[in-house]
């Protein structure tokens, strides 16, 4: 059982459809995204992601109190990431020239996630020397 799985008194159920839900508004967001790029400048479409999956994460840490605003928020982070990660990709073939494109998107594709898993061993150090509690109060 997760520090939030206890703290928010869910269920195993409740506690795998709200890590389950950014997976789905990714999913949902993907098509979206990805159509937009053609019609809309990428650059915008990346910059309304990046903000709606910052939203989403302010929305999970701040204002989510109970399982359904958890998963609407988680829902909302994954969406926003797929309409940052789907059109960074669109600005990267757009600008490079295709001789090195392929080399160029499989760096987008380490350094993101090099970068997410650095995310994550971040977290876990200031978890470490804070503790979860503190952010509970």
Known sequence: MT???????????????IASAFFFGYM?????????????????VYLVGGLTATCGLLGMG???NNF?????FMALNGAG????????LKILSDRIQSGELTRHIAFYTAFFGRGTGFSYL????ILSALG???YLA
């Open 62 to 64: 701040l204002l989510a």
């Open 3 to 17: 520090a939030l799985q206890e703290e928010g008194h869910l269920s195993n159920l409740q506690s795998g459809l």
């Open 28 to 44: 949902l967001a993907v098509p979206l995204a990805t159509a937009l790029t053609d019609r809309v400048d990428a650059r915008k």
């Open 132 to 134: 979860w509690i503190m």
């Open 68 to 72: 359904w605003t958890a998963l609407f």
């Open 81 to 88: 990431l797929a309409g940052a990660y789907m059109p960074g």
């Open 122 to 125: 971040c977290l876990g150090w």
